[in-house]
């Protein structure tokens, strides 16, 4: 298998698995070592007392792009912790997207930066999470 396989059969094994992300009405795409793109519709349920976007879904979507990318060597990993720059307000019936690029990777240690856009480019967050792997395969 591919490289390239590899990372799409971990994100479709991940995502058959993933009733949050599922239920929310994420999608994943643009999967690849060390890559990933998730993208969902900010919906009315997910407005805050201010009319914005929850910063917790924004996250969320970020979080999710993460993990798909620093779990695309058929090996499971999870969250060490992460920290969220928000920069631009989400709005109901905004289309989010977040990018994931692999910053570095070493023995058991990930870093990866998530960048959130609205469909109109405007980046609404920077996202930096930081991996752990574990011994265990996804397949």
Same mark, same amino acid.
């Given at each position: 298998?591919?490289?390239? +396989?590899?990372?799409?059969?971990?994100?479709?094994?991940?995502?058959?698995?993933?009733?949050?992300?599922?239920?929310?009405?994420?999608? %994943?795409?643009?999967?690849?070592?060390?890559?990933? !793109?998730?993208?969902?519709?900010?919906?009315?349920?997910? %407005?805050?007392?201010?009319?914005?976007?929850?910063?917790? /879904?924004?996250? &969320?979507?970020? =979080?999710?792009?993460?993990?798909?990318?620093?779990?695309?060597? =058929?090996?499971? !990993? %999870?969250?060490?912790?992460? =920290?969220?720059?928000?920069?631009?307000?989400?709005?109901?019936?905004? +289309?989010?997207?977040?990018?994931?690029?692999?910053?570095?990777?070493?023995?058991?240690?990930?870093? /990866? =930066?998530?960048?959130?856009?609205?469909?109109?480019?405007? %980046? &609404?967050? +920077?996202?930096?999470?930081?991996?752990?792997?574990?011994?265990?395969?996804?397949?």
């Amino acid at each position: 298998m591919s490289p390239q +396989e590899l990372a799409e059969a971990c994100a479709a094994a991940m995502y058959a698995a993933d009733t949050a992300s599922r239920s929310l009405g994420i999608t %994943v795409s643009g999967v690849a070592p060390g890559r990933a !793109t998730a993208s969902m519709t900010v919906a009315p349920s997910m %407005v805050n007392g201010h009319d914005i976007g929850h910063g917790g /879904y924004v996250f &969320l979507l970020a =979080d999710t792009a993460f993990a798909f990318a620093c779990n695309t060597y =058929d090996r499971v !990993t %999870v969250a060490a912790g992460a =920290d969220v720059s928000f920069l631009e307000p989400a709005r109901a019936g905004d +289309e989010l997207t977040a990018t994931a690029v692999e910053r570095s990777r070493r023995g058991r240690s990930g870093l /990866y =930066d998530v960048t959130v856009t609205r469909a109109d480019g405007t %980046v &609404l967050a +920077e996202f930096r999470g930081r991996s752990r792997t574990l011994d265990k395969p996804i397949l």
